[in-house]
């Protein structure tokens, strides 16, 4: 085809390689950082109808799980876990994956308050509560 100038113009495709959602990069950085992390999906009955933006983040050695939902697995990020009853929020990359970190690291600091009016549950010697 000429163009108005009468010079051949080239048309040529340009193919890209589709952008990784933000989930796809927490995951990638999660895996990398915590080798024995284990990340699932929500498994849905009707893909495209019901929202599948769940994902469930485990470590072996943890009863406890972190969630992380967004609908189309674009920041921000809901997060929330076992191990605290506040639910957090995730604002970019570093801040979803530095959560998730640091709730496994120190379950301790995000553990649910202790019941009301200061009662705890403790054992006795033969593991049984009082």
């Known amino acids: 085809m000429l163009s108005v100038s009468g010079a051949a113009r080239v048309s040529s495709i340009v193919r890209r390689k589709?952008?990784?959602?933000?989930?796809?990069?927490?995951?990638?950085?999660?895996?990398?950082?915590i080798p024995s992390v284990q990340?699932?999906?929500?498994?849905?009955?009707?893909?495209?109808?019901?929202?599948?933006?769940l994902w469930f983040?485990?470590?072996?050695?943890?009863?406890?799980?972190?969630?992380?939902?967004?609908?189309?697995?674009?920041?921000?990020?809901?997060?929330?876990?076992?191990?605290?009853?506040?639910?957090?929020?995730?604002?970019?990359?570093?801040?979803?994956?530095?959560?998730v970190r640091r709730l496994f690291a120190e379950p301790s600091a995000y553990r649910m308050a202790a019941p009301p009016c200061g009662l705890a549950i403790r054992k006795s010697r033969r593991g049984r509560h009082r």
């Open 18 to 33: 589709p952008m990784a959602r933000d989930i796809d990069q927490i995951i990638e950085r999660l895996k990398t950082e």
């Open 39 to 53: 990340v699932t999906q929500l498994q849905v009955t009707h893909p495209g109808a019901d929202d599948d933006g």
């Open 57 to 99: 983040i485990r470590l072996p050695d943890k009863a406890e799980e972190v969630q992380l939902e967004s609908p189309h697995g674009s920041c921000p990020f809901s997060i929330e876990s076992d191990f605290s009853t506040e639910g957090l929020r995730g604002h970019s990359i570093d801040e979803v994956v530095s959560t």
